[in-house]
């Protein structure tokens, strides 16, 4: 059995075939769970805001164009209700950056010091994720972590794709630096 494209059943969704929506949640659910972590720190908060997602997706199907790709669009919706549930409670640090994500050679791991080494490599990631400007951090965790391209990330912040390339570039210039600083 072939099968079936994430567009091909949000038109069955929109047909009303309601096991075609299950089929979507079960292959978003972990990975808006982990784009909500990049955004919150409380599990359960992320788990209610990713049914909201859910919910919201479903509401709004009859609005998505099938021939348009489906992950941007609910990619943007999590986006929109992360962002709110942000502005609500404002500025919360979290944990952004795995150390693989960004050297993806392993780091010993075997010793103590491949240990420490590597925690303390992950909280000066995660402190310089968090002090970026949101447009470079939003495009790094989109690209890095959701594993999207520069023209899925543009649709789901609604900004040209060159200029996901700009912020990328500029983001990691960033966080170099601070990492740079921080060794000093």
Excluded: C
Aim: glycine content about 4%.
């Amino acid at each position: 059995m072939v099968e079936s494209s994430d567009e091909e059943l949000a038109q069955r969704s929109q047909d009303g075939d309601h096991l075609a929506f299950g089929v979507l949640v079960e292959r978003y659910e972990k990975k808006l769970l982990s784009y909500g972590r990049r955004f919150l720190s409380q599990r359960e908060e992320i788990a209610d805001l990713v049914q909201e997602v859910f919910l919201k997706s479903y509401a709004n199907l009859k609005s998505f164009d099938v021939t348009r790709r489906f992950s941007p669009w609910i990619y943007r919706i999590a986006h929109n209700v992360f962002v709110t549930a942000l502005k609500k409670r404002k500025f919360e640090a979290v944990p952004f950056f795995d150390p693989d994500t960004l050297f993806p050679h392993p780091v010993a791991k075997e010793t103590a010091d491949g240990d420490a080494y590597e925690q303390e490599l992950r909280a000066m990631l995660d402190k310089s994720l968090n002090q970026l400007d949101k447009k470079y951090r939003e495009p790094l965790v989109l690209f890095y972590y959701q594993e999207l391209d520069y023209e899925d990330i543009a649709d789901i912040l609604h900004i040209p794709v060159n200029t996901v390339g700009v912020r990328l570039k500029r983001g990691r210039e960033a966080m170099r630096k601070m990492l740079e600083a921080e060794k000093k």
